[in-house]
């Protein structure tokens, strides 16, 4: 899923070229995108684009007389900027919004359509749409705090939960929580004043390094490349690769669609976080610690 620093650099992508201009047509492919009925998708056609706003991970593209264009981008949805007019044949192409000087195309991958387009009037119904995380990069370390303890969860439920935190998910939670060396099971009402120093400081840090990144592998053309794996990242989508910290490998916890990457020697003092499927599988044979599970590694099959 495209997260805070994916969709910072797409809504700057997007500012360049549509801001002032008219939409001049939407097409859309797919009848589920659509979850709102009035005010109707054909009012924003023919007006210009006065802004575009991040919500979270939503991207919200604002008309005259109040109207809003909010995507969700969910898993799998992307955008990409084609010639005006461009065809919106293939199954992955969900809708089209032609500008003056070209086409904007949402497409997603899969068979599932989770991606969705709500058009709103308003800011009140704007504000409604909202989860209402804080933004770590307007929020003191009192109110990121305050934020993340008003309910005690796990450091990896509190910072991808977007009524707790704004816009992060589960590649830059991994990435967030290696770089402040705590374990992504960490209690939040548990930690000490220096540990929430230290995840604080992550989070804006990493926030902005990949910010950086992006915009830099972007140079001004527009982002086709958004991905939740990165060959650069630390932990994230690198299960069993080593730490660029200590070298260790890089071990995971994997529920449902979710997987969580993380070092065990720089992150939980070299114990190894049970994976719900391969501890219930090996029951009293899952090894503990790193030392345990070299050793495992070593018993001849």
């Not at 949805?77 to 195309?105: C, E, M, N, V």
């Not at 370390?141 to 910072?159: P, Y």
């Not at 972007?218 to 982002?223: D, E, I, R, V």
């Amino acid at each position: 899923m495209p997260e805070l620093p994916d969709v910072v650099v797409y809504i700057e992508a997007l500012a360049a070229r549509i801001n002032a201009r008219p939409l001049e047509r939407v097409r859309v492919a797919s009848p589920s995108l659509l979850r709102t009925a009035d005010p109707p998708l054909a009012n924003v056609t023919g007006r210009s684009v006065r802004e575009v706003r991040r919500i979270g991970k939503r991207i919200a593209i604002g008309f005259d007389d109040e109207l809003w264009l909010v995507l969700h981008l969910m898993i799998a949805g992307r955008l990409h900027w084609r010639p005006a007019g461009a065809s919106i044949a293939g199954r992955q192409t969900l809708a089209a919004f032609d500008f003056p000087d070209g086409t904007l195309a949402l497409t997603e991958a899969g068979r599932k359509r989770r991606a969705s387009l709500h058009v709103l009037r308003g800011d009140e119904a704007l504000r409604a749409i909202d989860p209402g995380g804080i933004d770590v990069f307007t929020t003191g370390l009192d109110g990121f705090r305050g934020a993340l303890t008003v309910e005690n969860r796990t450091l990896k439920r509190a910072l991808t939960d977007p009524r707790m935190v704004d816009g992060i998910g589960n590649a830059y939670s991994d990435e967030i929580l290696h770089a402040a060396k705590l374990s992504p099971i960490a209690l939040t009402q548990k930690l000490s004043p220096e540990e929430w120093t230290r995840l604080f400081e992550a989070t804006r840090t990493t926030l902005q390094l990949w910010i950086d990144r992006l915009r830099a592998e972007a140079a001004g053309t527009f982002p086709e490349h958004v991905t939740a794996f990165r060959k650069d990242m630390a932990v994230h989508g690198r299960f069993g690769q080593p730490c660029p910290r200590c070298g260790e490998p890089v071990q995971r916890i994997r529920y449902a669609d979710n997987e969580t990457n993380y070092c065990a020697r720089c992150q939980t003092g070299g114990k190894l976080l049970a994976d719900r499927s391969l501890s219930r599988l090996l029951k009293s044979d899952w090894p503990r610690t790193l030392e345990e599970l070299d050793e495992l590694k070593r018993r001849p099959d």
